[in-house]
């Protein structure tokens, strides 16, 4: 934890004096921070594709690759929520288990899971997990920031300089939906 902080200090000393927004002046280096959710820095992967090696924790913990979707979400459940997956592995698609009802809770991730279309709305600090397009079989996965209204608002690592995303959410026969046909639902820590 004290690493985070002292990359904060960092990132924040070199900026300059008055500049309170993440203003980027030309592109980002890979591994470069970009943005900061609830003290969690996404860090800039470049090309979608790119891989710059495993990312794990002192103890071991395989956060994931580095720069990668995963690793952000991974790494702020195990920092801000002192959680650990009991499958550490896997692509965004298959946080997500298809094979379960809506509210129940998914062994392998150790956390409850809502589908697109659940009793309960998203909130802040869910997992938002999107499935499998043609542009990327692998899925992808985002951390709620708000969740408000009609509003939603994700932090995401691994598309570029865009780390944060909105979509609209809905309320229909009684369940929530988030107007994204990829959203297969979302995860949260008990």
């Known amino acids: ?5 002292y990359i904060l ?3 924040f000393i070199s900026k300059p004096a008055g500049d309170s927004a993440f203003v980027l002046d ?16 996404v860090y800039y992967n470049g090309d979608m594709n790119n891989v710059f090696g495993r990312n794990t924790t ?4 395989n956060l994931g690759l580095k720069y990668q979707c995963i690793e952000y979400v991974k790494r702020y459940y195990y920092y801000r929520k002192d959680h650990k997956m009991n499958d550490p592995y896997g692509h965004a698609k298959d946080f997500y288990d298809k094979s379960l009802d809506d509210r129940k809770y998914n062994k392998k991730r150790g956390l409850y899971q809502f589908a697109n279309g659940s009793e309960y709305r998203p909130i ?5 997990v999107f499935d499998a397009d043609w542009e990327n079989p692998f899925g992808h996965i985002g951390i709620v920031t708000k969740s408000e209204g009609h ?3 994700i932090i995401q690592q691994n598309v570029g300089e865009q780390t944060r995303a909105h979509y609209r ?5 009684d369940l929530y939906y988030i107007n994204d046909g990829h ?3 979302w995860l949260r820590k008990g």
């Open 58 to 61: 002192m103890d071991g913990y």
């Open 169 to 173: 959410i809905y309320k229909a026969d």
């Open 9 to 11: 200090l960092l990132f």
């Open 151 to 153: 509003h939603l608002e």
């Open 1 to 5: 934890m004290k690493l985070y902080f």
């Open 183 to 185: 959203i297969l639902g």
């Open 26 to 41: 030309s592109k980002p280096e890979p591994g470069k921070i970009i943005d900061i959710y609830d003290g969690v820095p």
């Open 124 to 128: 802040a600090g869910d997992i938002l």
